[in-house]
């Protein structure tokens, strides 16, 4: 069965840079979240969409942004980096209609900041 | 406020003993419940989930949990770990396509 996937899978970038992740989610999938993942932390929830339009909104920095396309993929965007921006990023995506709310992850973006 | 907490943050066992990871949430209205593992390296998988009915469910990998309305509880338990268990484990809240709020997790190490 198809998953969600996350590309790139590693990153390394200098302090100041900007960098770009992207997620395919499931087919028929409508909503996206992403989720960072610092060392040893649990997944902190940024942001998601549902049909393109933004959802909800966590604790993403301002040097953050993300969208989700006509296609339903999602592009997380960050600039400045900073060291504290190393880690983990998940996509999960789900659809609206599941009772369950169950979210499926992808394989995660792990992005260091030299 | 919406919470998860889970007491135990690592947790040591041999090959065999059994397992009981506890979850206590704080979250208004009917949620849903899950239990992620992630093992070393690796993303997100779902272990099991509760949304209605029976309260005891069944996971995989031998996995099973008890929803206790009444304690706001989400329990994991497996009878005989094995080495290969050795993950981190994830309690996580949420309701239909809304995000999941997670615990901080629980670090297993089974010995052989």
């Known amino acids: 069965a198809a998953g969600v996937i996350q590309s790139p899978r590693h990153l390394i970038k200098e302090k100041r840079e900007t960098a770009t992740l992207k997620c395919y989610p499931i087919p028929r999938h409508d909503t996206v979240y992403w989720y960072q993942q610092g060392p040893g932390q649990d997944p902190q929830f940024l942001i998601s969409?549902?049909?393109?339009?933004?959802?909800d909104k966590g604790s993403i920095p301002d040097r953050f942004s993300a969208q989700q396309f006509s296609d339903y993929h999602s592009e997380l965007n960050m600039s400045s980096l900073e060291l504290g921006d190393s880690a983990l990023y998940f996509c999960?995506?789900?659809?609206?209609?599941?009772?369950?709310?169950?979210?499926?992850f992808g394989e995660g973006s792990r992005l260091t900041v030299l | 406020a919406q919470s998860v907490s889970q007491h135990n943050h690592h947790v040591i066992l041999s090959e065999a003993a059994s397992l009981e990871l506890g979850c206590n949430y704080s979250y208004g209205g009917t949620v849903n419940l899950f239990w992620y593992v992630q093992y070393p390296g690796q993303h997100l998988q779902l272990l099991l989930k509760y949304f209605s009915g029976d309260p005891l469910v069944k996971g995989i990998k031998g996995f099973e949990a008890e929803f206790i309305k009444s304690k706001f509880s989400f329990n994991l338990r497996k009878p005989s770990v094995q080495w290969s268990d050795t993950a981190e484990y994830f309690c996580?809240?949420?309701?239909?396509?809304?995000?999941?709020?997670f615990g901080s997790g629980t670090r297993l190490l089974v010995r052989p």
């Open positions: 969409f549902y049909e393109k339009m933004q959802s």
């Open positions: 999960a995506s789900s659809q609206l209609r599941m009772e369950t709310g169950e979210l499926f």
């Open positions: 996580a809240v949420g309701r239909s396509s809304y995000k999941l709020i």
